[in-house]
C-alpha cells in the first residue's frame, strides 16, 4: 500500500548489480524490484462501480487482471456506495450545456454485484475508476467517488481511471498541477469539469506522480493503459504472455492518439500519423524496407 514511496527510498541506495534480477536486462534495478515486490504479494484491487458505467471501462481492464490473476496473487473488491447489484443503466442526465440526454432504449448490460462499501472496503493496492454517463449527472451522485478517491490517494500504490473517471479523480482534487488524460469525444465538457488539471491532449493515456496517477483515454483506450499499467508492475514480459493469451494487441505508445485529431481536441498534434501498426504483444514491428 506504501509502497511507491518505499520504493522511492529505496532506489537511492540501489547498484546496479540488481540488474536482471528478474531476468531482462532491459529493465532498471527500481523496475526489477517493483516487479518482484508485485510478483510476491496479493495485489488488492478496488473497482469503482456505477450504474451508467460505460461496459468496456470495466470489463476490458478486467479481462487482462483477470487472466493475470492465474499467475499472480489477486483479491477484487467492486465498491459502491451500496452493496448490492448495479446495471449500466444510464438514467437520463442533463449535459453541462443544460440539454437533456436520455436513451431509454439502450442496452442494459448484466448486473455487477458491489461487494463493498467506502465505509468497509479494505486497504487497497490498486483502485480503478472507470468513466460512463455518470460524470454528467449532478455531482452529488459521485461525491462517494471523490470521497473516497481523496481519502484513500495516499494510501494506495496505483490510481487508475478510464475514460471520463478522470472527472472523478480531477473532482477528488488529486489531480490538480498533475497531468493526465481522458476521452477525446467528450473533451470539452470533461476537462471544464477539472480546471487545475494539465490535461494533454495527445495521450492515449498519461501515467503521472511517480507511476502513481494512471489515466486513459476513452473507453477502448483503457485497455492500452490496462497492458502499460501491469507491465509496470509485473514486467513487459510477463504481462505479454497473458496479451497474447487472450489475443490483445495493445497500442504500446502512449502518445498515439488519433482520437485527438478526429475530435479536433484544441492542442492535438496534428502531424503524426493516424494509423498505428500493432500486432502481438512482444513482437517488434517489422522495419520499413
Ligand atoms: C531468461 O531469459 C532468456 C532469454 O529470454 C530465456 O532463454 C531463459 O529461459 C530465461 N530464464 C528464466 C529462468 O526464465
Ligand atoms: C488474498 O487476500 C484475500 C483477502 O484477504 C484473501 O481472501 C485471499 O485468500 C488471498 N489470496 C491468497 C492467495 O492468499
Ligand atoms: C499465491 O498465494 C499462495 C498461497 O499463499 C502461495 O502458495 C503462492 O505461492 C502465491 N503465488 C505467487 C505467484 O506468489
Ligand atoms: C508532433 O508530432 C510529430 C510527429 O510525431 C513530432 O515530430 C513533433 O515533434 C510533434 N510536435 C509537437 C509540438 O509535439
Known sequence: MKFQQTLAVVASFLTASVYGADNSSAH???????????????????????????????????????????RYNMTLVAIHKEKGALVNNINPYTRPG???????????????????TPEDAPPLD?????????????????????????????????????????????????MDGKRATTNKWAWADLVKLGPKVEWVPNARWVADDGGKLWTSSGVAAGMDMMYALMSYLYGAEKVDLTMNA????????????????????????????????????????????
Open 98 to 116: 443544460g440539454s437533456v440526454e436520455n436513451y431509454p432504449y439502450m442496452l442494459r448490460t448484466p448486473s455487477i454485484l458491489a461487494t463493498h
Open 28 to 70: 532498471s534495478p527500481v523496475d526489477s524490484i517493483r516487479h518482484q515486490y508485485n510478483a510476491g504479494r496479493n495485489l488488492t484491487i478496488g473497482w469503482i462501480v456505477f450504474n451508467g458505467y460505460a461496459p468496456l471501462d470495466i470489463w476490458g481492464p478486467l479481462s487482462i487482471v483477470s487472466a493475470l490473476s492465474s
Open 246 to 289: 487472450i489475443e490483445l494487441s495493445p497500442h504500446t505508445d502512449s502518445a498515439w492518439d488519433p482520437y485527438a485529431v478526429v475530435h479536433k481536441v484544441p492542442g492535438a498534434n496534428v502531424s503524426r500519423s493516424l494509423f498505428d501498426l500493432v500486432g502481438p504483444a512482444g513482437y517488434a514491428p517489422p522495419t520499413a524496407a
Open 126 to 174: 490498486l483502485l480503478m475508476v472507470p468513466g460512463g454517463s455518470n460524470y454528467l449527472t449532478p455531482s452529488s451522485d459521485n461525491e462517494w467517488i471523490e470521497a473516497f478517491v481523496r481519502s484513500r490517494y495516499a494510501s494506495t500504490d496505483y490510481v487508475a481511471s478510464v475514460c471520463s473517471g478522470a472527472v472523478s479523480l480531477a473532482r477528488a482534487g488529486i
